[in-house]
């Protein structure tokens, strides 16, 4: 059975909390995502992704007006319900012009509910569907800013994932490519903090606390501003934290930074972990990261088989060899037969890398002319390009 995807926004947790109860194990519904930040009206709305969102009885009509006057031909898709104290026949007036799919009385039954959510979707995946049928392309709008949101992704460890995510991040600042955020998401040993020489205040821990009230305003205070002008979002400092950590909040968080910045670079775990594939699908790039021992490449091809049953666009993969140039291990071609595609860039081996780790410092600013460094600004320039193109 096709589950409705159900989204709740309201200026309360404890109202967010009420109706997440009330559809708590109803078949067929899935919460799949809860704010009490308007703007996420407005995100999941350009997303024209067929959903249902609840919103109020917090927020009221005139508090939605110009978002859904902005977004009314997308209402066509994403079914809109509002949640009311009262509902009045000037409140379904209203709402019946801004297209808004219904308006409930906070304090109606569950099955009036649940009915109405059932009702709300199957109308919109009818036009969904209808269009689709007619040949009509059904994209995304850009009719907001939207970071360029980067994953780093090595299935194997001790590849150079972090290395190669910190340097990104500080290079895309050097060449005023910013606003850029790194968010470490390797939740359990995350580097980038060490690696960058930082001492957070906050880390991805703190910000979850609360993360159905988090909104872009207490997240951007939660950042540690580095150096170079890099705002990161730290991996918690402890190990045991990791496991209180939700997908569905690594996606609320990855969503709202997109708002803020013009990059997000992502570091991540060595798994195909649920945080991964929160963020794969809000990835416009990933870098898949390896080293030239056979290990490495082995992880490599099983990762890009892995990407390819999940339907992972093979556009938005960069393939990212780490300290080449070793006389030991597989050569490029070799390497490029056993994963049947082209490298997009090779980063070389240079005694320079282990020194700016260990100082805390980017190579990229240390040494800003050796060869590596050289290799990151051109993978930089390839990733803020406006189209990217793979070689096969």
Aim: hydrophobic content about 40%; proline content about 5%.
């Amino acid at each position: 059975m096709e589950k409705v995807s159900v989204v709740l926004i309201d200026r309360e947790v404890q109202s967010l909390q009420r109706v997440r109860e009330l559809l708590e194990d109803a078949p067929g519904i899935e919460v799949v995502d809860r704010s009490t930040d308007l703007h996420e009206l407005d995100f999941h709305l350009s997303q024209r992704i067929v959903a249902v969102i609840l919103v109020g009885p917090g927020y009221q009509i005139e508090d939605v007006t110009p978002i859904l006057e902005r977004h009314s031909v997308d209402l066509a898709f994403v079914s809109v319900i509002l949640l009311a104290e009262e509902v009045s026949a000037g409140h379904l007036r209203q709402a019946l012009k801004l297209n808004v799919r219904d308006v409930l009385e906070v304090s109606c039954s569950r099955e009036d509910l649940l009915e109405t959510i059932q009702r709300a979707y199957e109308i919109s995946r009818k036009v969904y569907s209808e269009k689709v049928l007619l040949g009509e392309g059904i994209t995304r709008k850009e009719g907001h800013p939207r970071a360029r949101v980067v994953v780093v992704f090595g299935p194997k460890g001790g590849c150079g994932k972090s290395f190669l995510a910190t340097n990104l991040a500080v290079g895309l600042e050097v060449r005023k490519k910013g606003p850029v955020v790194l968010f470490d998401m390797n939740y359990q040993s995350g580097d980038v903090a060490i690696m960058l020489g930082l001492f957070p205040q906050y880390t991805v821990y703190d910000v979850m606390a609360d993360i159905d009230g988090l909104d872009k305003e207490m997240l951007s205070r939660s950042l540690t501003p580095h150096g170079s002008g890099v705002k990161v979002l730290p991996a918690p400092l402890e190990f045991q934290q990791a496991q209180f950590l939700t997908d569905r909040a690594t996606g609320k968080m990855v969503r709202l930074l997109a708002q803020m910045n013009n990059f997000i670079i992502i570091d991540t775990d060595s798994s195909f972990s649920d945080h991964l594939l929160a963020v794969l699908d809000q990835a416009d790039h990933l870098c898949m990261v390896a080293s030239n021992e056979v290990p490495s490449i082995k992880n490599l091809k099983l990762g890009l088989q892995i990407l390819g049953k999940l339907n992972f666009p093979e556009e938005k993969i960069l393939i990212v060899l780490n300290r080449a140039g070793t006389k030991v291990g597989l050569s490029p071609e070799e390497i490029e037969e056993t994963i049947q595609r082209k490298i997009d860039a090779a980063i070389p081996s240079d005694k320079v890398v282990p020194i700016s780790v260990n100082k805390g410092v980017p190579v990229i600013t240390q040494y800003p002319r050796s060869p590596v460094s050289k290799r990151l600004f051109q993978l930089v320039e390839l990733l803020s390009a406006e189209k990217v193109g793979r070689g096969r």
